[in-house]
Structure formats: C-alpha cells, structure tokens
C-alpha cells in the first residue's frame, strides 16, 4: 500500500528563517523532501488568511518560521505573529481541524540543524495524522424528510 | 411605467422585512416608481402570480436569508429567472449570516436539538414531524438542506446590501442607487467604502497607533462602559476597523461594541481572519503562556466572534470543504487499493 506524504507549506521570514533553509542547503543537508517554502519579508508580514490559503489549495500542514523573540529585523514582527498564530490555532481546533497541522518555530539563520530536524519531525507528524481533513466528521448524508408533493 | 419589485425571504429572522418597513414614508414615495409584484410576508401574492410574469419582466428581487431548504432554492431559482437585477439583501443573504452557523452542526445534530433534546421542547410520545403526517394536514415539507448558503452559491448575485439588519438609510440610498439612470457596477455591495471607524464618533479618541489590549471583555462581563471611548480601548473586541462603514456606528452609539454585519471591505476574501488578525495583534504580551490566557479568557469563541454573520461564505468553510473533499477521495483511494490487493492473493 503508497504511504501518504504530506505537502508542508512554510512561510519562512527573509532574516532567519529563510536563511537557514539556505544554509542547509549550501551544506548539502538532507531533509524532509515535503516542504515548499513561501519566503516573506517578516513572520508578522504574515496574515491569517494565508494560512488558510495554504490548506484551501492543498497544504496538509502550515510551517511558520520566524526569528527568535527579541531578534525580529523589524522589532516586533514575530510577537505579532505570535498573537495571532496562538488565535488562529484556536479557531482552527473550534471548527475541527487538529491544532497539530500549524507549526510555529523560532529559527534563526545559523541554525539549519533545527530546520532540518523540525521539518523532519513535522513531516512525520502530518504523516500520523494523514490527509488535511481527516480529522473532519464526514457530512452528512441528505436523508430526512425527501420532499413530498403538496396533496390536493 | 412602474418599476416591478419583488421582495422574499429565505432562512431569516424577519428583521430584514421589517428593514422594508422601516422605510415608513420613504416607502409609499416610492410607490411611485415602483410596483411590488411579490412580497409574501406583506401582502398576498402567490408564486403562481410570479411564474405568469414573463422572464425579466421583474426589475429586481430582493431577497434576504440564506437558503437552507428546497423550497427556498426554489423560489429563488424563479425569480432569478423573472429579474432583470437580484439584490442580495442583509447578511444572511450576502454572505451567510447568523443561520450560517449552523454549518458546524451536524445536520442530525440539528434535527434532534430542535424536535427531541432542546429545553423547549415539549412532544406527545414520539410523535414527529413526517412527510406522512404533514400530508394529512395538506401540506408538503421541503427538505431541510442541513447546511446555509448565501445567495449567490445558489444563484447569480448583481448587488449586495449588506446589514443585520440594513438599517433604512443604508436601504434606501441602495435603492436611489438602483432606480437612477447611472447604476453602480455589478458585484457593488451597496453601502460605504470605509471602515466603520471611519464614521464611528469615538474614532478621534483612539491613538493612530500603539494602543495595546491587556485583557478582553465582554458587553455583558462590565457593569459601566465608558460612553466617550473607544470601545476598543475599553477592551471590548469592536470589530469595526475591519467592517465596512454605512450603518453610522449604530451599535456603538448603543454602547455595543460592532460584531461586524457588515462584513469586510472591499478585496478582503475572509472577514473572519482579518478580524482575527488585527485584534491578536493588540494584545498586549509577548509571552505565549500570557497570550494564550488572554485569548482563553477574553475570547473563548472565536468562530462565534470573528465568523458571527460570515461563516457560510467564508474561505474557512471553503477550506473544510476542501478537506472532507480531499480526506474522501484518499479514503476511497485507499479501499481501492485494498479491494485490488485482496483480489491479488
Ligand atoms: S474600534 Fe469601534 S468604537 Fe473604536 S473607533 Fe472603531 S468603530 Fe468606534
Ligand atoms: S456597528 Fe457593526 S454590527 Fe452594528 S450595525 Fe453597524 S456594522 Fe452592524
Ligand atoms: S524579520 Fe524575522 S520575524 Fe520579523
């Protein structure tokens, strides 16, 4: 029986995270062939709805990447980013989909070590939990109540 | 020659009829120019008078609610054909509305709430509504879809008049829209192009920029709300930086912070997250554990508060879709494969 593998989506910032994806693969590091990467100026650049964007176009799991706290090129982009991923998760487990399926890590551009082995460990992860939507109950079948023809 | 209007609703409180009344003189001024040709809730018109018009011989129909039952998508489907102009009228129609919740339910869930388990409920043994026992009162029952859809997943959609409900002076500058010479393009929802603050007398009390939320309250949580403030400042999570304006910050004069009927700007896709998004971005920590608390206690609900009048519309119920969708065909994908293996042995 095919396994599943999970498309990762990451939106990775421009000074950390990014860089690190670079950094690994200058060293020729091997990891995880399931994520493609979105690249954007800052994590706080980045707007809910792209993460929903992500899942309505295919994504199994959403990866954000940021700076370190206190690190953010722009002050405090990745603390807002922080407000609103933790919100988001929220709203995502009220309507059913598993939390597990949004990552949010700290990545600075030294550290391709952890990019590798978060990806991997994603990746995994989403492999666990299969297909975006699994977890969903399925609808309902249409059933109760077929329209009848008013007697006369 | 007058005008032929048609007004119907779909799964709607009633609040968007009484939108129409509220017109009060406007109205019979009005009149003038128009012929109302259907309005069920208002005067006795049958469907058979609307399928005797000829195809567009209405000039527009406004319809409110969403359509959630087959009768519903029916009518609609009729007058559509008979419009010239369809005007999705309110928030349910425009993009789902408060009915549209009911599209995290489970649709059985539903059923038996409201015939079985609800507070109110009251049965004689196991007596239920059957298409059976309808019929012996002669009457039919349309099937209940089990899920709410705004107007235009059903039929084309030419305006929007978004609101819950449109207050008068939002109704009728659409309607002086609608009836001049030169017609907003198609696809306009008919009121300001603004945010709500834009309009909102407590705007000049906000800061530009900086201000931060340490904690969020609900209306019902505070025993005194600070009538010239910002109600954003007070904490309580005003949507009205991310509603469009036209209803003249009716709410807030109240003293109720917006929950957003409506609906977003121009270009923003999903009502909900923008909301969402400037709201989380307030808070007034940089701490995960501190931000979580807050969120858990100040805004328990999310999909309540943010998604409120939007839901069936929005792309979050697009991408749930998406995914039973996908989880489906890699269910079957998977039985397939199955199938042919235990074939192979
Ligand atoms: S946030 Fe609410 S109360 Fe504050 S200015 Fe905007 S609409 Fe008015
Ligand atoms: S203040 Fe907000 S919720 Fe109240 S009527 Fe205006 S748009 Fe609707
Ligand atoms: S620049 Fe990296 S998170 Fe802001």
Request: glycine share 8%; hydrophobic share 35%.
């Amino acid at each position: 029986m095919d396994t599943f593998e999970p498309k990762i989506v990451g939106l990775f910032c421009n000074w950390c995270t990014y860089l690190a994806a670079d950094l690994a693969g200058i060293s020729r590091m091997k990891y995880s062939h399931n994520l493609r990467i979105v690249r954007v100026m800052c994590s706080g650049r980045i707007h809910p709805e792209f993460v929903l964007w992500a899942f309505r176009n295919g994504a199994d799991g959403v990866l954000i990447g940021g700076c370190h706290p206190g690190d953010c090129h722009y002050i405090e982009g990745n603390y807002k980013n922080l407000r609103r991923f933790l919100l988001l998760r929220k709203l995502l487990e009220q309507v059913g989909i598993d939390p597990r399926r949004v990552r949010l890590e700290w990545i600075s551009a030294s550290e391709a070590d952890k990019l590798k082995q978060v990806v991997n460990d994603f990746a995994e992860t989403l492999r666990e939990l299969g297909p975006f939507g699994t977890e969903l109950p399925e609808e309902p079948v249409l059933d109760i109540h077929p329209k009848e023809e008013a007697v006369s | 020659m007058k005008k032929k209007v048609a007004f119907y609703w779909c799964a709607s409180c009633g609040g968007c009829e009484e939108a129409v009344v509220d017109l009060a003189e406007f109205l019979l001024d009005a009149l003038e120019q128009i012929e109302i040709v259907f309005w069920p809730v208002a005067m006795d018109f049958k469907i058979e008078d609307v399928e005797q018009l000829t195809d567009g011989e209405i000039f527009a129909s406004f319809i409110n609610g969403a359509v959630l039952l087959s009768d519903q998508e029916e009518v609609v489907r009729l007058l559509r054909r008979k419009s010239q102009v369809v005007v999705a009228f309110g928030s349910c129609s425009h993009q789902g509305g408060v009915p549209g919740l009911i599209n995290t339910h489970d649709r059985q869930d539903v059923f038996d709430y409201y015939y079985h388990n609800g507070p109110t409920v009251q049965r004689n043994g196991n007596e239920m509504p059957t298409p059976t026992g309808a019929k012996a009162f002669h009457v039919a029952l349309p099937e209940y879809y089990g899920k709410a859809r705004p107007l235009n997943q059903v039929i084309e959609v030419d305006y929007y008049i978004p609101g819950c409900a449109p207050p008068p002076n939002v109704v009728k500058d659409a309607l002086l829209q609608l009836l001049s010479d030169s017609p907003p393009p198609r696809g306009t929802v008919l009121a300001g192009a603004h945010s709500l603050c834009s309009e909102c007398p407590l705007n000049e009390t906000k800061p530009p920029e900086g201000f931060k939320i340490k904690q969020f309250v609900r209306p019902s949580q505070v025993t005194h709300i600070d009538p010239d403030t910002c109600l954003l400042m007070q904490g309580l999570p005003c949507l009205g930086p991310v509603t469009r304006s036209g209803c003249n910050a009716l709410c807030i004069k109240g003293h109720m912070p917006c929950t957003g009927c409506f609906g977003p700007l121009d270009g923003v896709r999903d009502f909900g997250a923008a909301a969402l998004s400037f709201l989380a971005s307030l808070i007034d920590s940089n701490d995960e554990a501190e931000i979580q608390r807050i969120i858990d206690e100040g805004l328990p609900d999310p999909l309540g508060t943010f998604y409120m009048y939007s839901f069936p519309g929005s792309l979050l119920n697009e991408v749930l879709q998406k995914g039973r969708q996908k989880a489906r065909a890699w269910r079957e994908r998977e039985e397939t494969v199955e199938a042919q293996t235990t074939e192979n042995q």
